[in-house]
């Protein structure tokens, strides 16, 4: 046994020179590439192509940073704080529990793509996967920054600012309480995430802390950064292909305004701290409602975010999930449009 | 067992491979002041200061050796199509990731803004409104963006309003669906977070047969005054027409926030 022990700690700590040079190597590399080939004159793609990269380039470059901060908070959430700190002091009553967690995101405040990772690292630490799932969808809402840039744009009296939180939180909540009525949490999982949760915190007094954040740092790039990438391509590919003009004339009809909204939120993946200003312009010509829409349904359901989810959650889930926020979210939008 | 443990070794540096091509971009770009082509300057800071951890950690991860007990542990069986779709999806990022190296920056073209309908949005917050500019000194004019004039142009199409006052505006042409022979639009993108809710905004200029001398894509100088537009054709109202239309290159900062 004892040698075992050793054998391990040989492996996780004794650092590895050739893989330092060989990786600092490669990325003076990829620095040498992306320095050089300016150099070498224009590329004349077509401009469909041109736009196609340069969407896809804008939605990874805005999302990285969140996405890493994500990434840490996790990390800071499974290695570094103390589990009592966060499962402890929740209550034990599902409904208060699921209520507290969807206010997480002010401690946390990192938009809908950061919060993925974070979500994951809530189920390893312990969450169930409902209670995840209502932080993941309240905290792109629920958080200062996002009730600051609304109010600011919007009024913070405004319908459109209370239809956002008070919609943002019932959404969440609703879709954490039907979850948690299913009776295997597991099998709402992925298997390779469902496997990761599962498996015993073995290797505790192996590794230290830092090299477990590491471990966890790669680990988490290996399953999101794929998923980003696709889901950037994707998300650029739509824009490029749909024109905005068959959404834009339909914005003062009460039904059909709210579903060119979600069309344009699923589209758009832009990130939920920022939104508000990006569909203020739009206010002039579409119903109030529809733009109470963009801003709840956007948060959670787009295509950059549904690539991102797809990483921890089965595909069915997904498809009730979007179902499920695109009833509740026309609800708001109908009532705010016959009603307001 | 062992193709099992390549495929784990293949996905752990991939996602390395993928966080490095998007970190070293992302360093370059700004080092070169470049990420405002895709992002609003004030987020360049956060972005800076993430990529630089993010390379911290990335460094940190050649000096640590594979959890291969862990990864073992973890393996999943392979479902029947999971062969194909990871080739599909592994060309795909090495497609975006191409872009993200290799491929030169640019901005958002004609493409863009012909899909996105030029001036399709109402008035921003912060875009000049009627009774400020009717209230401003003469020589301020000058000094109004694409987006300013835009802006007013929505508001009101009283002639009167718009006499004596000179425009002077930088931007791209794009063409007018109405009337494409005879009026362009000098169009800038309007960008709230990023390039993605990139929004063009653009002053009609009325010179028949422009496409003698110009092409859409690029980037001109238009001095003129605004009257009621000559084009039949043409939606538009009130269009620039110019005194001179001088050729520039593109401005290192080409969208307006």
Redesign the interface.
């Known amino acids: 046994m004892g040698t075992r022990v050793e054998e391990r700690k040989r492996v996780f700590r004794a650092p590895t020179i050739t893989g330092l040079v060989v990786g600092l190597l490669g990325i003076s590399a990829v620095f040498a590439v992306r320095a050089l080939t300016p150099g070498l004159g224009k590329w004349s793609l077509p401009n469909q192509l041109q736009d196609l990269l340069t969407l896809s380039i804008s939605v990874i470059v805005e999302s990285l940073p969140f996405v890493i901060l994500g990434i840490l908070l996790s990390i800071a959430v499974q290695v570094w704080i103390p589990d009592r700190w966060i499962m402890r002091v929740l209550p034990r009553n599902a409904f208060l529990r699921r209520t507290v967690i969807s206010f997480l995101g002010i401690f946390l405040p990192v938009c809908e793509c950061g919060n993925v990772p974070l979500a994951r690292g809530l189920i390893v630490k312990g969450f169930t996967v409902s209670e995840s799932m209502t932080f993941l969808l309240a905290a792109p809402i629920l958080n200062p920054i996002t009730i600051l840039t609304t109010g600011q744009a919007f009024g913070f009296g405004s319908w459109v600012f209370v239809a956002r939180i008070v919609g943002g939180f019932a959404i969440a909540n609703i879709l954490g309480w039907l979850f948690s009525k299913h009776p295997d949490q597991d099998s709402l999982l992925t298997d390779r995430f469902a496997a990761e949760c599962r498996l015993p915190d073995a290797h505790e007094h192996d590794q230290t802390r830092w090299q477990k954040s590491v471990e966890l740092f790669t680990r988490e790039c290996g399953v999101i950064m794929p998923a980003m990438f696709i889901g950037s391509l994707v998300a650029g590919l739509v824009q490029v292909a749909v024109p905005r003009a068959i959404l834009l004339g339909l914005g003062s009809n009460p039904v059909w305004s709210i579903l060119a909204m979600m069309a344009l939120a699923f589209v758009i993946s832009v990130c939920s701290t920022v939104d508000a200003f990006f569909i203020l312009p739009f206010a002039s010509t579409f119903m109030p409602g529809s733009i109470a829409v963009f801003l709840v349904f956007g948060p959670i359901i787009d295509i950059k975010m549904l690539t991102l989810m797809r990483t921890t959650f089965t595909a069915r889930v997904l498809v009730r999930l979007t179902v499920i926020v695109g009833l509740l979210s026309a609800l708001i939008g109908l009532v705010i449009n016959y009603v307001a | 067992m062992w193709r099992n443990r390549l495929w784990r070794s293949i996905?752990?540096?991939?996602?390395?491979a993928?966080?490095?091509?998007?970190?070293?971009?992302?360093v370059?770009?700004a080092w070169t002041n470049q990420?405002i082509?895709?992002?609003n300057p004030s987020?360049i800071v956060?972005?800076v200061?993430?990529?630089a951890?993010?390379?911290v950690?990335?460094?940190?991860?050649?000096?640590?050796?594979?959890?291969h007990?862990?990864d073992h542990?973890?393996d999943?069986?392979r479902r029947r199509f999971s062969g194909p779709l990871s080739v599909v999806?592994?060309l795909?990022?090495l497609?975006?990731?191409a872009?993200?190296?290799?491929?030169?920056?640019?901005?958002?073209?004609?493409?863009?803004a012909d899909?996105?309908?030029v001036n399709?949005?109402?008035?921003?917050?912060g875009t000049k409104t009627v009774g400020a500019a009717a209230s401003a000194p003469t020589g301020a004019f000058a000094k109004f963006t694409v987006e300013d004039w835009s802006s007013l142009l929505r508001q009101t199409t009283d002639a009167s309003f718009y006499q004596n006052k000179t425009a002077d505006v930088v931007g791209f042409i794009s063409k007018d669906p109405d009337d494409p022979d005879n009026v362009f639009y000098v169009t800038r993108f309007v960008i709230?977070?990023?390039?993605?809710?990139a929004?063009p905004v653009g002053v009609p200029v009325y010179l028949p047969n422009w496409k003698s001398t110009l092409r859409t894509?690029q980037w001109v100088k238009v001095v003129g005054a605004f009257d009621t537009n000559p084009s039949s054709k043409s939606q538009q109202a009130i269009a620039l027409v110019p005194t001179s239309t001088t050729k520039v290159d593109q401005p290192s900062d080409p969208y307006l926030y």
């Open positions: 996905q752990r540096w991939q996602g390395i993928l966080v490095i091509a998007a970190l070293v971009a992302t370059w770009l990420l082509l895709y992002i987020y956060f972005t200061i993430m990529g951890i993010g390379l950690f990335v460094v940190a991860s050649f000096v640590t050796k594979a959890d007990n862990h542990d973890l999943e069986p999806a592994t795909l990022t497609f975006v990731a872009g993200l190296v290799v491929v030169p920056p640019a901005t958002l073209t004609t493409a863009t899909q996105r309908v399709s949005t109402g008035v921003g917050t709230t977070c990023c390039a993605v809710d929004q894509d």
